[in-house]
């Protein structure tokens, strides 16, 4: 009998186990979905020099997707602090030439294309933005499948308490009878 209880219980964990991959595959599906289709733009563009761009100009938006998406570019840059050579104030913010091997369209560059010359945080601002919301998403979908899970383990633990009494029930019976 207690080999039987054993077995069974071992099953509805070995079920419960089962169940998460399950569950992570269809959030990300459901996370894909989520993307934008209609694309707002109103302000001025400008070029990697920062003047204002004018004329007919063809402006060409990515969405990110899951694997390289925001969030993935955003764990890519490191926050840092410093002081100022000129005058030894202290400043935070973001290495450019790390910023413009992730995100370049956000720095601009000397003349001879490879020296940074600073990063416009506006713009990097577009791509938190992005990277928040994908993260909101994944933990909405998170708190849904944990809560899912935990329900599933009470129900576990029901049957568990429902089963052990059923063979505490038994084994006083083989007692009594003997």
């Known amino acids: ?17 089962s169940l998460i991959p399950l569950t992570v595959a269809q959030t990300t599906a459901a ?6 289709r209609l694309v707002r733009f109103g302000g001025i563009v400008k070029d990697l020099n ?3 761009l004018t004329g007919v ?9 899951e694997q390289s998406g925001a969030l993935a570019k955003v764990e ?9 050579k000129a005058n030894g104030k202290h400043e935070v913010g973001v290495i450019a030439e790390e910023v413009g091997a992730v995100v370049p369209e956000v720095v601009s560059w000397e003349k001879n294309g490879k020296d940074a010359q600073g990063v416009d945080y506006s713009r990097l601002t577009a791509l938190l933005i992005e990277a928040v919301k994908q993260q909101q998403r994944e ?3 998170q708190t849904t499948a ?10 576990t633990r029901q049957t568990l308490a429902k089963l052990q009494a ?13």
């Open 50 to 52: 920062g003047n204002p």
């Open 76 to 84: 890519q840059l490191r926050g840092v602090s410093y002081d100022l």
């Open 146 to 155: 944990i809560r899912n899970l935990k329900s599933e383990l009470r129900s």
């Open 166 to 178: 059923q063979s505490s029930a038994g084994q006083t019976n083989l007692v009594a009878s003997k």
């Open 1 to 17: 009998m207690k080999v039987r209880i054993a077995c069974v219980i071992a099953g509805f964990f070995l079920l419960i186990l």
């Open 31 to 36: 996370t894909a979905s989520a993307l934008p």
């Open 139 to 141: 933990i909405r979908s």
């Open 57 to 65: 100009v063809g402006i060409t938006f990515a969405l990110y997707s």
